[in-house]
């Protein structure tokens, strides 16, 4: 059974920094784009960054210079570090893997969502 879980999220004031992570079983972590996305009350879900295993990246214009994606391929992990946060981040985060690599590839699984609410 896939599982993604995630922790992280809380209250943090404006400027302010939190840092993601999303645990993977180990049986689709190696081939999976792992990614981060975020739904704001009454608003789509988005993408705010991808990783690939070869450590290429992908990051939504609005989380640029702020925000970066990492993984630990030993851990199984997959995290985001977020900077100089603003209100406007606060939302619903959801960890994704996207299998890219051999069977179930195009399957994607998703977290179950951590809270980041950014204010004074």
């Known amino acids: 059974q896939v599982q993604l879980v995630e922790s992280g999220g809380d209250l943090v004031q404006p400027g302010g920094s939190l840092r993601l992570s999303c645990a993977a079983s180990?049986?689709?972590?190696?081939?999976?784009?792992m990614g981060w996305y975020r739904q704001a009350p009454g608003k789509q879900r988005e993408v705010v960054a991808r990783?690939?295993?070869?450590?290429?990246?992908y990051y939504a214009d609005s989380v640029k210079g702020r925000f970066t994606i990492s993984r630990d391929k030993d851990k199984n992990t997959a995290y985001m570090q977020m900077n100089r946060l603003k209100p406007e981040d606060t939302a619903v985060y959801y960890c994704n893997a996207e299998i890219v690599e051999g069977s179930n590839s195009g399957t994607k699984y998703w977290g179950q969502g951590t809270q980041v609410t950014v204010s004074s």
């Open positions: 180990g049986s689709i972590f190696g081939r999976a784009v």
């Open positions: 990783i690939h295993k070869s450590g290429v990246t």
